[in-house]
């Protein structure tokens, strides 16, 4: 007799993939034939095969009676292998999100502290850094988040980047309130970008005057650039500063 692994024994990635490989045909051979005989080649030819019987057997795919295996209706069977499925699931993104919170906790400690290791200032050089600066810090966004952009010269790919990151905390109940300047209204990126988040929640206003760029977390995180030169940044941590 070939050696059979148990259903108990085996992932569920390992059963599914069985399941394709042998069980769906085992299944439809038995089904088209109204049964067979236990001692079928279908069922023996090989070692896959007959694990593949044996998992059907298990799952409750295939019965045996009178020395025939005969097939079962799949959605009897269907509970006891997806209903457990969808709770390991659910679990699982349970405890993501207690994760998810955890982290975003200690988060809001780290930025708290102007005694950081990177201290109360970081510079950050080039638009990678300052992105992935952001793409850290605005995920972590409890209340609020203010915005100065000047330029609308941000290109489409970034104001995408930028659109997921802001819709996302708006959904999270993170309000949001950004300024541009008004020539900011001739760019089709830049109005794309504010429809999305005005339709979730956010607030935009263009104005005549001129100021530089700042976006401020929390009121607890502020980035705001290292003089003239708008691809570098300052990330500011002292709660007092900001």
Request: charged share 25%.
């Amino acid at each position: 007799m070939w050696e059979v692994k148990g259903v108990t024994e085996r992932s569920d990635r390992e059963s599914r993939a069985l399941f394709e490989a042998a069980g769906n045909e085992i299944y439809e051979a038995v089904t088209s034939r109204g049964g067979l005989p236990i001692e079928d080649a279908v069922f023996t030819q090989d070692a896959e095969t007959a694990e593949a019987t044996t998992m059907l057997l298990e799952m409750g795919l295939l019965t045996c009676e009178g020395g025939r295996y005969h097939a079962a209706d799949p959605h009897t069977a269907q509970a006891s292998v997806v209903g457990p499925l969808g709770q390991q699931g659910a679990a699982m993104i349970h405890e993501a999100s207690q994760w998810s919170q955890l982290f975003a906790g200690l988060g809001q400690t780290y930025r708290r502290s102007p005694a950081t290791e990177d201290g109360p200032i970081t510079r950050l050089v080039g638009p990678d850094q300052i992105e992935r600066f952001l793409a850290d810090v605005v995920p972590h966004a409890q209340a609020e988040l203010l915005t100065a952009q000047p330029q609308a010269g941000r290109s489409a790919a970034t104001l995408k980047i930028a659109s997921e990151r802001d819709v996302s905390a708006l959904q999270r109940g993170v309000s949001m309130r950004t300024i541009y300047q008004h020539a900011a209204r001739r760019s089709r990126a830049t109005r794309a970008y504010v429809a999305r988040v005005t339709e979730h929640g956010g607030e935009v206003r263009t104005l005549d005057e001129f100021f530089n760029r700042l976006i401020v977390v929390d009121r607890e995180v502020a980035v705001i650039p290292s003089g003239d030169d708008l691809k570098v940044a300052l990330a500011i941590r002292d709660v007092a500063l900001v």
